[in-house]
C-alpha cells in the first residue's frame, strides 16, 4: 500500500511524462514534412548554369581510400535514391563543358535525366534498397570478365586503366582522369560514376570517328557501347534499341517529364508508368543537338600543390590541405589531382608533407 506522499509524487511524475510526451509529438509534428518531391540543394540556384552544387558533401571518393572493400561497400549500400542521383550529378556538373560539348546536350537537367535513365536500365538506382552497391559479373574473379560491373551504372572493369591488356583500351577521353582498376577505386560509388561517365564520352568518341555517327545516333550508339563494347549502329530496326537505348531514353523522359530529378522516386525497367514515353520516336524529346569532338579549352591546368587553383603553390593551399586532411573541408576532383604529390591516387598525410616540403624548397 502507497502512502499518500509517493502516490502523490508518482501522479506528479506521471503527469510531467505525459507533459514531455504531448510537447516532443507537437514539436515533431510542426517540423516540415519532408516531402518526396523536395530537393536537397538550394532551390534558387540556377541549375542549367552552375548545376546542384554539393548538397551532400560529395568529395572524389565516396569512400575512404585506404577502407577494406566491405567497408566501402557498406557505405555505398547505405545510400538513398536521392543520394545515388546527387552522387550522378556531382560528377556531371565537374564535367559539365565536355558532357555537353561530347553528348550535344546544353539542356543539363536533360544530361542528368539520360544519366538517370542508365542508372536505371542497369541498377535501378538504388531503389531496390541496394543504395549504390550492384556488382555484376563477378563470379570469375576480380577484373577477370570484361563485363565485371559495379555501381549505378554497372561500370565495366573495361573502363579503368591497368586492366587487363586484352581488353579493349578507353584511352581516347584526355580531359577526365582514368582512375587505375584497383578494388579501392572500382568499388567506390563516386569513382564508379565518374569512369561510367568517362566509358560513354569513350563511346561518343568511337562512334564519331569510327562509325561515323551523327545527332542523336552519336548519343545512342555510346550507349550501346557501353553495354556492349561496340557502337556500331546496325539499322533502326533491331531490336537491341528498344530493349537497352531506346528503353533509357523512355526512362530518363520520364524523370524529367514527370519531375522526379531530385527525390526518392524511382522508376525500372518495363514499368509501366512509363509507357506512354515509350510511343513513336524516342528520341525526338531529345533535340536536334549536334555531338561534338571540339576541343575542350576550360579545362583547368594540374600543377602539383596547387590545390586552391591559384596558379600557384602556397601557403594557403597547406592550410586548405590540412583541413581536407581533418574532414573540415571539401575539395574538387581537380584540386584532388593537385594533391596527391606523390601520385598514388590519394592524397594524405604523406601528400602533405611532399607540400610542405614543396613550399619550403
Known amino acids: 500500500m502507497l502512502t499518500e506522499g509517493v502516490e502523490m509524487k508518482i501522479k506528479k511524475a506521471i503527469s510531467v511524462f505525459c507533459t514531455l510526451i504531448c510537447s516532443a509529438v507537437l514539436a515533431l509534428q510542426a517540423l516540415p ?3 518526396e518531391d523536395a530537393p536537397a540543394h538550394d532551390p534558387s ?6 548545376g546542384v552544387g554539393n548538397p551532400f558533401d560529395y568529395g572524389d571518393r565516396n569512400t575512404p581510400a585506404d577502407a577494406s572493400t566491405a567497408e566501402i561497400r557498406a557505405i555505398n549500400h547505405a ?7 546527387y552522387a550522378l550529378y556531382k560528377e556531371i556538373d565537374e564535367h559539365w563543358n565536355l558532357i555537353s560539348v561530347r553528348l550535344g546536350q546544353p539542356d543539363r537537367e536533360m544530361v542528368y535525366a539520360l544519366f538517370l535513365g542508365i542508372g536505371t536500365r542497369e541498377s ?3 531503389g531496390n534498397g541496394d543504395g549504390a552497391d550492384i556488382e555484376t559479373a563477378q563470379a570469375q574473379g576480380f577484373g577477370v570478365s ?9 561500370t565495366a572493369v573495361t573502363a579503368f586503366a591497368d586492366a587487363d591488356p586484352t581488353f579493349m583500351k578507353e584511352e581516347d577521353v584526355p580531359e577526365m582522369y582514368q582512375y587505375s582498376l584497383t578494388e579501392s577505386n572500382f568499388y567506390d560509388a563516386i569513382i564508379s560514376d565518374h569512369m561510367g561517365i568517362r ?14 555517327l551523327s545527332g542523336y545516333q552519336v548519343v545512342r550508339g555510346a550507349l550501346k557501347g557501353f553495354n556492349t563494347g561496340w557502337a556500331t549502329y546496325t539499322g533502326d530496326d533491331d531490336g537491341y534499341y528498344k530493349n537497352y537505348p531506346d528503353e533509357i531514353i523512355a526512362l530518363a523522359r520520364w524523370y524529367y517529364e514527370e519531375g522526379h530529378l531530385y527525390d526518392n522516386v524511382f522508376t525500372w525497367t518495363g514499368d509501366q508508368r512509363v509507357d506512354p514515353y515509350r510511343q513513336g520516336n524516342v528520341w525526338e524529346w531529345w533535340g ?6 571540339a576541343e575542350i579549352t576550360e579545362a583547368p591546368e594540374n600543377l602539383l600543390g596547387d590545390i586552391n587553383l591559384d596558379g600557384s603553390v602556397s601557403l594557403p593551399d597547406v592550410i586548405l590541405m590540412q583541413k581536407y586532411l581533418l574532414a573540415r573541408e571539401t575539395i574538387s576532383e581537380t584540386q584532388f589531382r593537385n594533391a596527391d604529390m606523390n601520385s598514388d591516387e590519394s592524397a594524405n598525410i604523406f601528400d602533405f608533407i611532399l607540400l610542405k616540403k614543396k613550399l619550403l624548397s
Open 33 to 35: 514534412a519532408f516531402a
Open 45 to 50: 540556384r540556377d541549375v542549367q548554369t552552375q
Open 79 to 85: 545510400m538513398t535514391v536521392q543520394e545515388v542521383k
Open 124 to 126: 535501378t538506382l538504388g
Open 146 to 154: 570484361s563485363a565485371h560491373a559495379y555501381g549505378t551504372l554497372q
Open 199 to 212: 566509358k560513354i564520352m569513350h563511346f561518343v568518341h568511337v562512334g564519331m570517328t569510327e562509325e561515323n
Open 288 to 293: 536536334d543537338g549536334q555531338p561534338s569532338l
